[in-house]
């Protein structure tokens, strides 16, 4: 009985593998433990299911820990030589971080699996990064790099728009709730200024991620009401120019030009030339470009020019009241 009491002991997660804890999970961290139809290798044709996750459990219990003078020499061999079976054994023998880590953050409503897979990588991560000679072991820095890509997947996947885009709002998406509980539990009433001092971020932010994390996307597709047809698609207001506003764009457009071929009728050949090429082609010509044509300077061109125009305004207005409307 005590040697069965001794292997299990063994099994437990080293407590030195986390760090303080940045979450308060809603429920108690589950243990690392294997049940009995767990142990050794997952039997996929069991009477009783097994999940993918104990399967995954059971597989990681097939590495063990690692002595820290084995460790130093993975690394030795990983760093000198670029050895990948050091680099695997490492990792392999770590990965009860990424299980324990995850299982903090179950109560946000994500796949634990997920959850594992994106500590993994914080893993592999953690490999390239360590410096041995720093006297830590490799399970107590990885942990945070399991931790950090663990919180980076979660604000990617929380809502279809990102909703952490600075380092202010990564902040309160992952502090922001856990303030407030910690605020309510000392006695105090977690009001903006107060969450912005606490958290060292501006009132403004606080508000905006307090609705954002408030409020959930909504699905154009879904139907407006149990006895309706129709979508909230349907009900959206059209982004395009209202029709009776275009036909009066139209007319407008059609009245000006009218206008403006009377008013060039009445121009002589030099300053038609100007309102062609100057003010209505797409190409213009500079000022210097007609003044040398017409042998006048550039201030006498910009002149013309001037007149010109304020010749087609007095022109126009006579007829048309919303001459402000158009666009030439």
């Known amino acids: 009985m005590a040697k069965r009491h001794e292997k299990r002991k063994e099994k437990v997660l080293e407590p030195e593998v986390l760090g303080p804890s940045n979450e308060v999970p809603d429920e108690p961290m589950p243990a690392l433990e294997l049940s009995s139809s767990e142990e050794g290798k997952a039997d996929t044709t069991a009477v009783v299911p097994v999940t993918a996750l104990q399967q995954y459990l059971a597989e990681i219990r097939r590495h063990p820990y690692l002595s820290k003078e084995e460790e130093l020499r993975l690394f030795e061999e990983y760093r000198t030589y670029g050895s990948r079976d050091a680099a695997v054994k490492l990792i392999m023998a770590n990965l009860r971080v990424s299980v324990a880590i995850a299982a903090e953050y179950l109560h946000t409503g994500a796949d634990h699996m997920d959850l594992i897979q994106e500590g993994n990588v914080g893993l592999m991560q953690a490999i390239k990064k360590f410096d041995p000679s720093k006297n830590v072991r490799f399970h107590a820095y990885a942990a945070w790099w399991s931790r950090a890509y663990i919180l980076r997947y979660l604000l990617n996947t929380y809502r279809l728009v990102k909703i952490g885009t600075t380092q202010d709002q990564r902040k309160l998406f992952y502090n922001l709730k856990k303030e407030k509980s910690k605020l309510e539990r000392e006695g105090f009433s977690p009001d903006t200024k107060l969450l912005a001092d606490r958290l060292h971020v501006r009132e403004r932010d606080v508000v905006e991620m307090d609705q954002r994390l408030g409020n959930w996307e909504l699905s154009l597709d879904q139907p407006i009401g149990e006895n309706q047809d129709g979508s909230l698609m349907d009900i959206l207001p059209s982004q395009q120019v209202p029709a009776d506003e275009q036909l009066a764009t139209e007319q ?36 210097d470009d007609l003044g040398a044509k017409y042998g006048i300077t550039k201030e006498r061109t910009r002149q013309l020019e001037a007149r010109i125009i304020k010749r087609l305004r007095d022109h126009i207005k006579k007829d048309v009241k919303d001459f402000d409307r158009l666009r030439t």
């Open 252 to 287: 407008l457009q059609t009245l000006f030009r009218a206008k403006l071929a009377e008013l060039v009728k009445t121009l002589d050949e030099r300053d038609e030339d100007i309102l062609r090429n100057r003010l209505l082609s797409e190409t213009p010509l500079t000022l």
